[in-house]
């Protein structure tokens, strides 16, 4: 089994509340979902208004795979995203038996 997590750090310019912070988080997790059947959640900053940290894993039994569905949400995030991505890194776990 193969797990990928697809850290992504977004700045949220002039958002003013956290509810505005919300209506973009929803979004991007909601199409990330739709799109590429994956677990995203907000992992950081949870109070801070102008910063969104979001976790996308997934799961699979190749590493190329995992590899190729991560690359692609971040391709789809970079392109459609109101926000400016300020960070994202990638790890991949393996149960190696």
Not at 16 to 25: E, F
Not at 53 to 70: F, I, Q, W
Not at 71 to 78: G, N, T
């Amino acid at each position: 089994m193969i797990i990928g997590v697809l850290h992504l750090e977004f700045r949220l310019h002039g958002n003013r509340s956290l509810k505005d912070k919300r209506k973009v988080s929803l979004s991007l997790k909601q199409k990330l979902r739709n799109k590429f059947n994956v677990s995203v959640a907000e992992v950081d900053a949870l109070d801070v208004h102008d910063k969104l940290v979001l976790a996308v894993v997934t799961t699979a039994n190749e590493s190329g795979r995992v590899e190729s569905t991560l690359s692609k949400a971040l391709a789809m995030v970079e392109a459609i995203s109101p926000a400016e991505l300020t960070r994202c890194n990638t790890e991949i776990f393996s149960d190696s038996e």
